[in-house]
């Protein structure tokens, strides 16, 4: 269900903004990359379960043990298919702009890396500053041009589909107890996921959002005065 709390001009305006990159043809000068983190559990079972055989179904106990958390980079370029989903230890400054890197080496071509992620505190021109100093941070950052999500509007996020085909396909009700055996789960299933070409048609336009939410389109127009 869509969260929209308050309808502001300024929800208004960046909602509108996101929707029009997202109409946008297919151009490798200038790709639209997402980017979304899913935090992870990790855990193993409490008891060793039984195994199948014969006419018998294998039994797992429902009870687990927790062995910390971890953190899984969900990123697509929704229109071409193109992903760098990958798993990490945590969402932190250096995990985040390790993510950035990586969506830069990915594009050595495109004159602007548009990239449409939300609001946490870690998605900023500060992060890069502090991880890898004022020119290299710099630097890094330019080559994108960030479309902020409204607040309180994950589902604008393209990214947001990526997660959950991760949690459905990747993870499942399996239980994964250790960081490595996460990082390898992830890379397979997105390996896989980029050889299928499978892209992300978002249908969900502008006027439609007009329609759906009942305001003037020259709201935004008056704002930007």
């Known amino acids: ?4 709390p308050e309808l502001t001009a300024e929800f208004i305006e960046r909602m509108e903004d996101v929707l029009r990159l ?23 079972d409490a008891r060793r379960g039984v195994a199948m055989k014969p006419g018998r179904i294998s039994r797992r106990d429902y009870e687990y043990v927790r062995c ?9 370029e929704p229109l071409a298919g193109r992903r760098l989903t990958f798993a990490s230890a945590d969402r932190k400054r250096p995990a985040y702009v390790r993510a950035l890197q990586k969506i830069a080496a990915r594009y050595p071509q ?13 998605h900023s021109l500060k992060s890069a500053v502090a991880v890898l100093g004022a020119l290299e941070g710099r630097r890094l950052w330019r080559r994108f041009e960030v479309h902020y999500t409204p607040k309180h509007a994950s589902w604008l996020n393209a990214a947001e589909i990526e ?9 499942g009700r399996d239980r994964l107890a250790f960081l490595v055996d996460l990082i390898s789960r992830v890379a ?25 939410f009942r305001y003037d389109g020259l709201i935004t127009a008056r704002s930007r005065h």
């Not at 910390?68 to 697509?76: K, R």
């Open 68 to 76: 910390g958390t971890a953190n899984i980079f969900c990123i697509v």
């Open 163 to 171: 997660a959950s085909l991760v949690s459905r396909e990747c993870l």
């Open 22 to 44: 997202y109409a946008r043809k297919l151009d490798p000068v200038e790709p639209v990359v997402c980017l979304d983190e899913r935090p992870v559990v990790l855990r193993e």
């Open 188 to 212: 397979a299933w997105r390996r896989a996921a980029e050889d299928e070409g499978r892209t992300i048609d978002w249908t969900f336009r502008v006027d439609d959002a007009r329609r759906k």
């Open 110 to 122: 495109a004159k602007r890396i548009h990239l449409v992620q939300d609001n946490l505190n870690t």
């Open 1 to 4: 269900m869509w969260c929209v």
